[in-house]
T-cell receptor, first 110, second 112 residues
Framework: DAEITQSPRHKITETGRQVTLACHQT?????MFWYRQDLGHGLRLIHY???????NKGEVSDGYSVSRSNTEDLPLTLESAASSQTSVYFC?????????FGPGTRLTVT | DQQVKQNSPSLSVQEGRISILNCDYTNSMFDYFLWYKKYPAEGPTFLISISSIKDKNEDGRFTVFLNKSAKHLSLHIVPSQPGDSAVYFCAASALPGNQFYFGTGTSLTVIP
């Protein structure tokens, strides 16, 4: 069965460290997305990609970057982790209609 | 500026009764709308969708209504069951499959 996976599921890091969250999908979808979920804000879009070598900034992109070197993966990098980036991060991919979400990564920046 | 709004952070309903979750949007270019259900420690799962050419879509106990002139959609769950207790997000897009804008979510509790 096709799926979308994220790793790690939980991560604790220190302020100023670089962190990369992995996202891998086997749906063969061109469109992939990264969101963060915070209380009172719902799901906010960080970055998205409509295909290999394509990346776009979302609503809350400052401090984050992505790269898309193949169809299956869209890693999210926090260049210099800040306490404000403590959150739950969800990756998603979409076919012609709805988005399919991964299980999430809970990131704590201390 | 929040383009999709869910003004009720929480809702409690008795088992067997109807649950109505509401969602408002501001962008008239939105043409495709979805509802997602999310349990704790899991990713959101797709529930039901509607495009702007329709005003109603049903799937079992779940019905979504769209009022384009009012820029309002609602999700009806009948009858509500304890397993429906979750956070529900509405989302909107100008083009299906592309960038979606999500509301802040409504936490539904169905009381046995």
């Amino acid at each position: 069965d096709a799926e979308i996976t994220q790793s790690p599921r939980h991560k604790i890091t220190e302020t100023g460290r670089q962190v990369t969250l992995a996202c891998h999908q086997t749906w063969n979808h061109n469109n992939m997305f990264w969101y963060r979920q915070d209380l009172g804000h719902g799901l906010r879009l960080i970055h998205y990609s409509y295909g290999v070598q394509d990346t776009n900034k979302g609503e809350v992109s400052d401090g984050y970057s992505v790269s898309r070197s193949n169809t299956e993966d869209l890693p999210l990098t926090l260049e210099s982790a800040a306490s404000s980036q403590t959150s739950v991060y969800f990756c998603a991919s979409s076919g012609p209609y709805e988005q399919y979400f991964g299980p999430g990564t809970r990131l704590t920046v201390t | 500026d929040q383009q999709v709004k869910q003004n009720s952070p929480s809702l409690s309903v008795q088992e067997g009764r109807i649950s109505i979750l509401n969602c408002d949007y501001t962008n008239s270019m939105f043409d495709y709308f979805l509802w997602y259900k999310k349990y704790p420690a899991e990713g959101p799962t797709f529930l039901i969708s509607i495009s702007s050419i329709k005003d109603k879509n049903e799937d079992g106990r779940f019905t979504v209504f769209l009022n384009k002139s009012a820029k309002h959609l609602s999700l009806h769950i009948v009858p509500s069951q304890p397993g429906d207790s979750a956070v529900y997000f509405c989302a909107a897009s100008a083009l299906p499959g592309n960038q979606f804008y999500f509301g802040t979510g409504t936490s539904l509790t169905v009381i046995p």
